[in-house]
């Protein structure tokens, strides 16, 4: 029980003390085995029918950093110093279809699916994606879906680096097509099956933050009993 | 530094034991403490520019649970056993505009921005919503991007709770359409403001889930170095 307790204490402690980090100390680097353990955390990541629409480019590169750094805005003030800059991708409308033959492969050699119920799972993707939830009506909205999966992993990589003392930034401040444009230059957009979804930079603090501010409770959280 | 690794493996076992639960145990039910830390991660998680687009709807109304049975496929096999069943709401483009009555409220008042930061922010939201992501181009793209900043909570909800030892299911099975008329009917939309984002259901597992796969970690994550 105190275990318990203690548990959400810690859990707590590293949710108030995560915050968007504007400014990264250039001389301390995560160490390589809490990047592995960070990005793994977002490979365990749940996504919609267990699609895992998303790839997880570690930019080390300084040169491809220092173009990053002047394509995205929202990343300029945090490259070069990041420890670790992470570009997260999303899976396009070419592997995330229904009928793909990612889907396909995916299903079969991967989560071994048997034969009649991938099938069935099949056609129920069909369904959500045509009649549910209309994302075949254009590639932007069936890659906004591919990319909200995307924010899974995002979220449980911020926090469990925060649990372990890690900062991190999430960023979204970029122009969708140029990022894009320069990824696919840099051959890192595999043929067009991935799209670029948001970045995280990690690292740790140059220094403390403003106070931590958020909604009440009573106007996010609305018990219907 | 034993107790860094000690919490690296706590997290890690988190995520290994956590999986989409299909079938809870109706007998046991999630301590009202522990909902509220969970619900507190989720109100505490990052979203984009800080707009906290988000509402937590915490559905324990047994009437309301057996209509969105009836709606929500995917609820289906889950309801009426999960001890806590929330749906999560995105704001509508009502209330994510760079204009809009909402942010000028929000950045106004919760985030106590002072005048002249405020009118630079809402200069580079602007140009965010209109050329780097086109998300004015209509209503549902700026919807879909809200609803991803609620992933971020739907994800640190998830994993908060795994971490000590509840379970929980994601559901994205029901039509957009029907939910958000359902929750409209409810008065549950507060006159437009929000939209259905996602929904899950917490409580404790019936029975052992199936071996978790997830595809190997050289086809999720590149090092670009």
Not at 2 to 10: A, N, S, V
Not at 71 to 85: I, M, N, Q
Not at 165 to 190: H, R, T, V, W
Request: glycine fraction near 4%.
């Amino acid at each position: 029980m105190e275990d318990h307790k203690q548990r959400k204490q810690e859990v707590l402690e590293a949710f108030l003390n995560r915050h968007a980090t504007k400014e990264f100390d250039p001389k301390k680097k995560v160490a390589h085995e809490d990047m592995e353990f960070i990005l793994e955390t977002g490979r365990l990541s749940p996504s919609s029918f267990g699609f895992e629409p998303w790839r997880f480019l570690v930019i080390q590169n300084s040169a491809l950093r220092e173009k990053i750094k002047h394509t995205a805005w929202g990343a300029y003030g945090k490259l070069p110093d990041a420890s670790h800059f992470v570009i997260i991708l999303a899976r396009s409308k070419k592997d995330t279809t229904y009928d793909s033959a990612y889907l396909e492969d995916h299903f079969t050699n991967f989560k071994k699916l048997p034969a009649d119920f991938k099938a069935n799972y099949l056609q129920r993707i069909e369904e959500f994606q045509k009649v549910d939830f209309q994302l075949l009506e254009n590639d932007r909205r069936l890659h906004d879906w591919a990319s909200k999966q995307t924010y899974i992993a995002l979220a449980n990589m911020m926090t469990s680096a925060a649990i372990i003392g890690i900062d991190s930034c999430p960023i979204e401040g970029f122009s969708y097509e140029k990022m894009n444009q320069l990824l696919a230059e840099e051959g890192l957009l595999e043929d067009g099956s991935f799209h670029i979804s948001v970045m995280v930079a990690f690292g740790y603090r140059a220094k403390e933050p403003k106070e931590k501010t958020r909604r009440p409770a009573e106007d996010i959280i609305k018990w219907i009993e």
